[in-house]
Every structure is written in C-alpha cells, then in structure tokens.
C-alpha cells in the first residue's frame, strides 16, 4: 500500500516543506512532490498540471493532498482533481507536524491518512503556559 502526497501551496511552501521534512526523514517513505500556484497562474493551466503530477503519484492506492489554506486557488484546485477521476482525499491547513504525521504513517490507507493528517496538524499546535 502506497498513497502518493501531494502539496497544494502557494509560492514556495510546498518546496520548503518537503525540503524541511528530508531534514527530518533523509528517506521519505512516501512518494511526495509540491504544485505551488503563482499568484496570476491561469486556474485551468494549473489544474492541467496538477492532475498530471497527481496520477503521477497514484501508485493505485489514491493520493492526499495536503493544502495550505481551504477556499485559496491551490487547494480549489486540488479539490477539483476528484471531477477529473483522480482517487484522493484533501486535508488543508497544512504545516510541518502534518506532513511528517502523514510520513510516520505511511502504511495507512488513503482514508485513514487524512484522519493522521489532520491530528498530525492541530497536535503540532502549543500555546506556551505564560
């Protein structure tokens, strides 16, 4: 079992986020790559991209992707991506203690992995005790 990960960002947070996590983890046991949408990308454009990096990385078990802020054009487009038969599930509000939950995970199924993903996110959250 094999879900492909698949940032949605805006300009350069996907790329410092998966370099972040080879930090942590020099072998990453999932297959991982970043679409990051420039601030004047034509959507249609973007979409076309990012269906093609995204069949790229569905091995047959689907794909998470993992975006930035929910309602913001990449993680539109990542959403749109199911309308264009590709299996994933979207988890957004993505952060470095999300996308190394998912990575500590990887054996799990699709499903599953977007309920790591999201515990993954809000456990990374600390208010200190001032």
Do not use: W
């Not at 998966?18 to 454009?45: G, Q, R, T, W």
């Not at 309308?83 to 599953?112: H, I, T």
């Amino acid at each position: 079992m094999s879900v492909g990960v698949l940032l949605m960002t805006h300009e350069a947070v996907g790329k410092a986020l998966i370099s972040a996590a080879h930090h942590v983890m020099p072998k990453l046991p999932l297959k991982v790559d970043a679409v990051e949408v420039p601030a004047h990308a034509d959507p249609d454009v973007m979409r076309t991209l990012t269906a093609h990096h995204a069949r790229e990385l569905d091995q047959g078990d689907g794909v998470l992707v993992l975006a930035d802020l929910y309602g913001a054009t990449p993680c539109n487009i990542g959403l749109s991506l199911a309308a264009l038969g590709v299996r994933l599930r979207c988890v957004s509000g993505l952060n470095l203690p999300m996308l190394l939950r998912v990575l500590n995970y990887a054996e799990k199924p699709l499903d599953e992995l977007a309920q790591v993903a999201a515990h993954g996110g809000r456990g990374g959250i600390f208010i200190d005790h001032a």
